[in-house]
């Protein structure tokens, strides 16, 4: 240590604290600034100030402590501070961790230092070492990497509890599909460090050599050509078939993944003898082991599929399907694939990113609900960019894989949801993917393994009767008998599937509530036009620009919507499930001229399901012929284009409303109540968009007067069976098809729902996201009329919170919202501490404009000046100089007590009262430089109007 000298040798790691990628590399991502750093001196690496400032501060401990000193004095006194406490500990374990990375001469002694100083097992190491690896390691130097391997090495010799899993994050980083040099030896080395450690450290964990055999198989693929590749790609046989021999049943935990890396790597002469015994002696390889079903059958867990991205490929990855708007994702994916996907060895990385997209990848029902880059529209992008025959089979596999041996109790279906709404969607925009995925889902039964056909045929079967039950897709026969398919695929597919052949109802995608644990991904059927690369977005990087997010408003994506042309109704197949005398009232329906003869006859309809023998069982036939009958209903704008009593009662007079009335004329406690809505539950299920129809009859009826309650039994009733779940979708869904319905129903669903729609901002973010300046002028005089109440004091403050990330006009709509409220502006004040200058000016700029119309509080004064204090942000002297031209006694007497609060002894424990005292840490230093920045304000205004 006393080599090192002063600050000669530094902590600073990174080539750019802005970028994941290597200076030169023309990463281009979109929103993210690239600078040249300068050219480091000997023996230094570059700077990167703020991120490593702290580890270059314990290398200057450690130096300071032993410059000078012979080697046993300075582990005396390495030990001697360490023993001060664990601050102490941490400083000098990092100080010698770092000099291990920025000193090779010195990292042997720097090691043997840290090994004998460190009281933790090194586990402040390891930790760091994490860190750098999952955060910084694409930003690291050339020695760094090589020394953070040398230390990796050294860990492993020395059994470190807890190098094994810096060895898994270290193989998360080797990239598949990249045969770059640097990618190459990492590869190398680690397998170097795997394979002379085999014995001694390997075969002890059991999750590293699962881990280490599915990611070197993973990589054998992408290792050809060249002869330095063919050197490692034999020693990537031989570590793989030594662990899958001597501890099969520890690589049998990776489950049917763990077929489809074998399958791709079956021509290679070791691993066609592997084959022969897995397929005929399988007791050979274990005794547990019962051949290759079994495996297949076994599902492979999340850890194994995420491990095959790289940190930086997996933060894009979700970044993009957490934060990017459909329709919105073009530039994001053109960046994607410039960096990830534009070399030919890239074509092997589709299948790593659509395993880990269906396996992996499962959105909250927050981002279900939005308007969210749904994961189907990125696996179409991803099938679409291959560029070779064996890519788009492997793809194709790798999106189906788990389709082939479905146990609906053991296997989820997020798993499976996407390929099914991949076809879906890609009919009308790309008929050809849907067509060649159907074609490849009917040809791999038979395929993929003959003697497994019957399992094969079984699990895709079951996939398809476990989408439907989810109502994943309403029916499959739109899908199936769809007249853009060529006839030979639909012969096929009806030989195949002939029980989801049968019905002709138009595919209806909804949203499927399921177990938290099994969160469902799908969005709107509206999307269903949408291209997999719509339109450009402004991109907002995760690690740095969030300067731009939020501040434009960008153009919701909207598909083109096709001329509809109406086709006559065909119920026939529907019609032979009815009795006689429903029967006929159902072809008089659609016999019926005019609305006023199909009221009558759908009068007698209802009925004639009130009667007592009426058979329960045929209310679902009835509501798929009620919904094809009635398809013109669900077109168009509900609301008349002039609001009068006349119009409106004209507007709820259409036949299917006629369910509604009933209901509204019935008692709760009436059998036929619940039949009603049985039948309504039913016809939910066929067009969701029943939802909110019924929410405008029963605001727009006069017979509906005082009704609204209606609707939280009906929502009980459908298969959500939750009040906030299903009025949310059928808000959604209005906003959707007709936003003046929208601002129409506002009113009455915040009066009569306030449980449901205050206690959270996603109501209020589906009307600002939608409303014009007229629509919003309309709110508010309702607000001020006192027809609507849309904030109330236990809740706003958490919604101004939520609306933060919100779009600019959009935050804009929201504060004119609440300040039409009556709600002390004290009550909000305590949002001033999650607002920067930079990501908030909406709120910063409403917010100011509305503290200067108030007489300062001291928790306002004291809130304004817990601002940090920034050249650029204006915010405090601002309100501080209005303030002190309006009410300066009240502002000085406010500061003069925060003053004395500030200066007295600091009080053993904080009061907790209010969310204000959590969040307000008020500094004397704080105060004072504010109220210079106000000094220098009132001087330089004073000087101009002097000049002036």
Request: proline share 5%; with cysteine; charged share 25%.
């Amino acid at each position: 240590s006393a080599a090192l000298g002063g600050r000669g040798a530094r902590a600073a790691l990174l080539l750019s604290p802005r970028c994941h990628c290597q200076v030169g590399t023309g990463c281009g991502a979109p929103g993210v600034r690239h600078r040249v750093p300068p050219v480091p001196r000997a023996g230094q690496t570059i700077s990167a100030p703020r991120e490593e400032g702290r580890l270059e501060r314990c290398v200057g401990i450690v130096t300071s402590l032993t410059n000078g000193l012979s080697e046993r004095e300075a582990n005396d006194a390495l030990n001697a501070h360490i023993c001060k406490g664990t601050p102490q500990h941490e400083e000098i374990c990092l100080g010698l961790f770092t000099l291990v990375l920025t000193e090779p001469a010195q990292a042997q002694k720097c090691y043997r230092d840290l090994a004998l100083v460190s009281r933790d097992g090194m586990n402040i190491v390891l930790n760091k070492i994490n860190h750098i690896l999952m955060e910084k390691y694409l930003k690291l130097q050339d020695t760094c990497r090589t020394q953070l391997v040398w230390l990796l090495r050294e860990l492993v010799k020395s059994g470190v509890l807890g190098a094994d899993g810096v060895c898994m994050t270290f193989m998360k980083q080797i990239a598949g599909g990249d045969v770059t040099a640097k990618n190459i030896w990492l590869a190398e080395n680690v397998l170097e460090i795997l394979t002379e450690q085999r014995y001694e450290w390997v075969l002890k964990s059991s999750l590293l050599i699962a881990m280490a055999v599915y990611t070197y198989l993973r990589l054998i693929v992408d290792h050809h050509g060249t002869s330095q590749l063919q050197v490692l790609r034999q020693k990537e046989v031989d570590f793989c078939i030594s662990l899958l021999r001597e501890r099969f049943m520890d690589c049998f935990m990776i489950g049917r993944d763990l077929v489809r890396l074998l399958q791709n790597v079956a021509r290679i002469p070791e691993f066609e003898q592997l084959w022969k015994d897995i397929i005929h002696n399988p007791q050979v390889l274990s005794a547990q082991f019962t051949g290759v079903l079994q495996l297949l059958q076994s599902r492979t867990s999340r850890k194994f599929l995420a491990c095959r991205l790289t940190p930086d490929m997996e933060t894009k990855l979700l970044f993009m399907t957490s934060r990017v708007r459909f329709g919105q994702q073009k530039r994001y994916q053109d960046w994607f694939q410039r960096q990830y996907l534009s070399t030919p060895d890239s074509q092997s990385l589709r299948c790593d990113l659509i395993r880990y997209i269906c396996g992996v990848v499962h959105p909250s029902n927050e981002v279900l609900s939005s308007d969210i880059l749904p994961r189907w529209a990125i696996i179409g992008w991803l099938l679409t960019t291959c560029t070779s025959n064996v890519a788009a089979s492997n793809a194709k596999l790798a999106l189906f894989y788990d389709w082939l041996f479905f146990n609906p109790e053991k296997d989820s279906i997020m798993n499976i949801e996407p390929a099914i709404l991949v076809m879906h969607h890609s009919m009308k925009p790309h008929p050809a993917i849907t067509a060649t995925l159907l074609d490849f889902m009917c040809r791999i039964i038979p395929n993929f393994y003959p003697p497994l056909e019957a399992h094969v045929r079984q699990g895709v079967f079951n996939s398809l009767t476990h989408i439907v039950e989810k109502r994943v897709l309403a029916h499959l026969a739109p899908l199936f008998d769809n007249p853009k398919l060529d006839k030979e695929l639909r012969a096929m597919l009806r030989e195949k599937f002939p029980e989801f052949c049968s019905s002709p109802s138009p595919p209806i995608e909804v949203k499927i509530e399921e177990p938290v644990s099994m969160e469902m991904d799908n969005h709107m059927s509206e999307k269903d036009d949408g291209c997999y690369d719509n339109a450009e977005a402004a991109f907002s990087d995760d690690e740095d620009d969030l300067n731009s997010k939020g501040k434009k408003r960008e153009f919701r994506f909207h598909p083109i919507k096709e001329t509809i042309v109406e086709e006559p109704v065909d119920i026939t197949p529907f019609l032979d499930q009815l009795d006689e005398s429903l029967k006929d009232k159902v072809l008089q329906l659609q016999k019926g001229s005019d609305t006023e003869a199909q009221c009558e006859v759908m009068q007698e309809i209802v009925d004639q399901v009130l009667e007592e023998d009426f058979d329960s069982e045929q209310l679902s036939v009835l509501a798929s012929c009620l919904q094809e009958l009635f398809k013109a209903h669900f077109r168009g704008e509900v609301l008349p284009e002039e609001i009068t009593e006349e119009s409106l009662e004209e507007s709820v007079g259409k036949p299917l409303y006629l369910i509604f009335r009933n209901l509204c004329q019935m008692q709760e406690d009436n059998s036929g109540f619940s039949l009603l809505l049985d039948l309504l539950s039913e016809l939910y299920q066929k067009q969701p968009k029943i939802g909110y129809h019924l929410l405008y009859y029963l605001k727009a009826s006069k017979a509906a007067a005082g009704k609204m309650n209606l609707y939280e039994s009906f929502a009980q009733a459908t298969q959500l069976g939750d009040l906030h779940t299903c009025l949310m979708m059928d808000m959604k869904a209005c906003q959707e098809d007709d936003v003046r319905l929208l601002c129409y129903l506002t009113p009455s669903i915040y009066t009569e729902f306030p449980d449901e729609t205050l206690r959270s901002g996603e109501l209020l973010n589906m009307i600002v996201a939608v409303i014009d300046s007229f629509q919003l002028q309309e709110l508010v005089c309702h607000v001020m009329m006192g027809n609507l109440v849309m904030f109330r004091k236990d809740s706003v403050l958490n919604i101004l919170i939520q609306s933060l990330d919100w779009e600019t006009f959009e935050q804009y709509c929201t504060w004119q919202l609440f300040l039409a409220h009556s709600i002390p502006l004290e009550t909000i004040i305590p949002i001033l501490q999650h607002l920067k200058y930079k990501e908030h000016p909406e709120a910063l700029s409403c917010l100011l404009l509305q503290l200067r119309r108030e007489k300062p509080s001291e928790e306002m004064v004291k809130m304004v000046l817990s601002r940090p204090c920034h050249p650029d942000d204006q915010f405090t002297t601002s309100i501080l100089r209005h303030w002190c031209i309006k009410h300066d006694d009240l502002l000085a007497e406010h500061i003069k007590s925060l003053l004395i609060k500030n200066n007295s002894l600091p009080r053993k424990r904080q009061s907790l009262r209010s969310s204000s005292s959590k969040l307000a840490q008020l500094t004397l230093e704080q105060i004072l430089e504010h109220l210079d920045n106000l000094r220098l304000n009132l001087t330089n205004t004073k000087q101009n109007c002097t000049d002036q």
